[in-house]
Structures are given as structure tokens and as C-alpha cells.
């Protein structure tokens, strides 16, 4: 089966630009997280979606936004980048997304802001 | 709000040597606890988990952790380390209940020399 899938891998952008990152989860699956990581720390908790509702928000700027479609794919934007936005953006899935599930997490986005 | 704390952040044994692994969270209440492990080149993946009843859990490869609920912590147990284990570890928290928001500790990179 089929893990997390994230695209794109790899991403460039200036600031003040916009990125939208993507997510497939796994299959069955109804529940998407999204993290950003920073290099030397864990993962820092920005969305979860349950059902194509926002169920949690952690202590991000309205910068950051994120959806969930119908299949349960969701995405991930960020207006006006900032340099402190470079980081690795996962995103992680879990059936129902309860806090006794663990994630299932993807490879991740590296994105870097010039 | 909770936050977790994993006191080593580099450690570096022997392959054969014993490991073990701080973990500590301020949360008062009902918590889910988890390791995960992110071996070099590969995606966040689940070590073990705690919800309730034996505090000693154990998971792959080997990998045990006690929750000691007077002291706040979950520590990350192996009798005897291998090269392959060489990989960054996490501590994450979750309350029990209510919206599901995780917590991850900073993490702690293992190498293991042959």
C-alpha cells in the first residue's frame, strides 16, 4: 500500500511569494496533519483536518492555511514567505485523527526561501 | 499549553551498549504518548505507544519504554544498541481527549558505532 505522499520534494521561492504544498494520504485514512519542521527540532504541529473540517491549529500566523478535498487530499499555503518559513513541512495521516492514533507521516516538503 | 522535553540531544554509544533516552512532559492530565524514529534518509516512522494499562510497553526492534506518571516522563529503553539504530529519535505527547493537538520534544540523535 501506499504511504503518505507529499509533493513537490523540493521547493525554491523568494519571499513575499506564495507556496501551496500537497498531500495524499493513506488510503482509509480520513485525517491529515500538517508539521513544520525546522533543522534541529521536531516537528511543530500547524493544521489538522478531519472530514474536510479544521479540527486543530497550532501557533501559526494566518500566513499559513490549509484545506482538505472530498478524497481526503489536503494542501497547504503560505502567503507573503518569510525566511523563517525555510523548513520541512510534513504532512502525516491517521485513520480517524484521535489523539490515541499515532500519524503516519510523509517524506516532506524541503522549502527553502531565498 | 504542554510541552515536552527530551534532555539528550546527541548521544553517542558503542554498538552492544545499553541506551536509554529522557523523555518528559508538563501536562498534567490524561496524555497518549509516543516514540517515533526517523532512521537516515527515510520518513518519520512509529517506535512504540502508550494510552493506558502497563506502563512498560514495548515496540520493533527491541524497543521498550516505561511511563512513570509521578515524574512526568516516558523514557525510550534498549538492553543493546546496533549500527542500525543509529537515527534521530522523538518523543511526542497528546492529550487524552478534546482536539487533538501533539506535542514533539526536540529529538535526540543516536549514533552507533560498529
Known amino acids: 500500500d501506499a504511504g503518505v505522499t507529499q509533493s513537490p520534494t523540493h521547493l525554491i521561492k523568494t519571499r513575499g511569494q506564495q507556496v501551496t504544498l500537497r498531500c495524499s494520504p493513506i488510503?482509509?485514512?480520513?485525517?491529515v496533519s500538517w508539521y513544520q519542521q525546522v533543522l534541529g527540532q521536531g516537528p511543530q504541529f500547524i493544521f489538522q483536518?478531519?472530514?474536510?473540517?479544521?479540527?486543530g491549529r497550532g501557533n501559526f500566523p494566518d500566513r499559513f492555511s490549509a484545506r482538505q478535498f472530498p478524497n481526503y487530499s489536503s494542501e497547504l499555503n503560505v502567503n507573503a514567505l518569510l525566511l523563517g518559513d525555510s523548513a520541512l513541512y510534513l504532512c502525516?495521516?491517521?485513520?480517524?485523527?484521535?489523539?490515541?492514533?499515532?500519524?503516519?507521516f510523509g517524506d516532506g516538503t524541503r522549502l527553502s526561501i531565498l | 499549553a504542554q510541552s515536552v522535553s527530551q534532555h539528550n540531544h546527541h548521544v553517542i554509544l558503542s554498538e552492544a551498549a545499553s541506551l536509554e533516552l529522557g523523555c518528559n512532559y508538563s501536562y498534567g492530565g490524561t496524555v497518549n504518548l509516543f516514540w517515533y524514529v526517523q532512521y537516515p534518509g527515510q520518513h518519520l516512522q512509529l517506535l512504540l505507544k502508550y494510552f493506558s494499562g502497563d506502563p512498560l510497553v514495548k515496540g520493533i526492534k527491541g524497543f521498550e519504554a516505561e511511563f512513570i506518571k509521578s515524574k512526568f516522563s516516558f523514557n525510550l529503553r534498549k538492553p543493546s544498541v546496533q549500527w542500525s539504530d543509529t537515527a534521530e529519535y522523538f518523543c511526542?505527547?497528546?492529550?487524552?481527549?478534546?482536539?487533538?493537538?501533539?506535542?514533539f520534544g526536540r529529538g535526540t540523535s543516536l549514533i552507533v558505532h560498529p
Open positions: 483536518y478531519y472530514e474536510k473540517e479544521e479540527r
Open positions: 511526542a505527547v497528546s492529550r487524552s481527549g478534546g482536539s487533538y493537538i501533539p506535542t
Open positions: 502525516a495521516s491517521s485513520p480517524m485523527g484521535q489523539g490515541n492514533q499515532p500519524q503516519h
Open positions: 488510503s482509509g485514512h480520513k485525517s
